[in-house]
């Protein structure tokens, strides 16, 4: 079974860094992109930032210049560093990964279970 376990999220105040981390187990395929969503209270799940296993990257306009998302060399692994953390960017924030399954000839989505960023202003 694959699964995505998140790690990093917890309390910090604003002005702040954290490093989330995501790490998948039970795949035997390449993720072809792993992403980061989060979802604030009241708020849709939105995409805050993705990366192609080519090197292409997404970042949500308010993030841009504080959020970087990379991932371990040949691993199924990533990571979101966050910097200049705002009271905004509360919220809990959720691993994705898409990898393509050659014995169905699609893609499949996994999500993580989700971990909680509170920043205090």
């Known amino acids: 079974q694959v699964q995505l376990v998140e790690s990093g999220g917890g309390l910090v105040q604003a002005g702040g860094s954290l490093r989330l981390s995501c790490a998948a187990s039970g795949i035997m395929f390449s993720i072809n992109r792993m992403g980061w969503y989060r979802q604030a209270p009241g708020k849709q799940r939105e995409l805050v930032a993705a990366l192609t296993s080519g090197g292409s990257t997404n970042y949500a306009d308010s993030v841009k210049g504080r959020f970087t998302i990379s991932r371990e060399n040949g691993k199924n692994t990533v990571y979101l560093q966050m910097n200049s953390l705002k009271h905004e960017d509360t919220a809990v924030y959720y691993c994705?990964?898409?990898?393509?399954?050659?014995?169905?000839?699609?893609?499949?989505?996994?999500w993580g279970q989700g971990t909680l960023v509170t920043v205090s202003s």
């Open positions: 994705n990964g898409v990898y393509f399954v050659p014995s169905f000839g699609t893609n499949l989505e996994v």
